[in-house]
């Protein structure tokens, strides 16, 4: 995990998770995270390719350019990326499995900005299918990225977590979760 959001909410998730696959959506308290609520968004699933916003943190709304709540989620990303982030969000809260995943924000004069994404599974009223609360924490921040909104996101590199990993200290979860280096082809630039 490269960004300190992603660390805090994921350590305040399994402490409060304890042994159970996930925590109850109301035993999360906002106050136990509110130097990272810009960064947080909570998803609604009420069938199959259906997530919802029902939150999200002023930071996630700012880095997209508009109120999030109520929409859905995967609009935010390019078209071709629908398959492959319906596949995380489906296989985390079906599995209960939590992901992390690399993202490239794109502006509309193609600035590009990198940015990290945790998903998390909560139950709600005992359905662990209905609820996720995640993050989406920009790795710089230039200066124009709360002027010049993001009009798409393309996942990078995806990593689910299991369970054996939600115990590690930051400092051992830093030295794990660093993987090789990928080659990944961006398209762009000379016709």
Known sequence: MKHATSRVLY??????????????????????????????????????????IRLAGTQVCTLLGRELRGRSFTEAFAAAEQAEIFGLLDTT??????VLASVIGETEDRRLLGLELLLLPL??????????????????????????????????????????????????AARRFHAPPQLRVVYGGRA
């Not at 350590?11 to 509110?34: F, H, L, Q, T």
């Not at 809260?93 to 939590?98: A, D, F």
């Not at 139950?123 to 609820?131: I, L, M, V």
């Open 11 to 52: 350590d305040y998730w399994n402490r409060v998770r304890g042994d159970r696959s996930a925590p109850e959506r109301s035993e999360m308290k906002p106050d136990a995270i509110g130097n990272i609520l810009g960064d947080v968004f909570i998803l609604e699933t009420t069938g199959r390719y259906v997530y919802n």
């Open 93 to 98: 809260t079906r599995s209960t499995t939590p």
């Open 123 to 172: 139950r709600h009223q005992g359905r662990t299918d209905a609820r996720l609360i995640g993050s989406l924490a920009a790795l710089a921040r230039p200066y124009w990225s709360t002027l010049v909104p993001l009009a798409s996101l393309r996942l990078g590199s995806s990593r689910f977590l299991r369970h054996e990993d939600t115990a590690l200290t930051p400092a051992s």
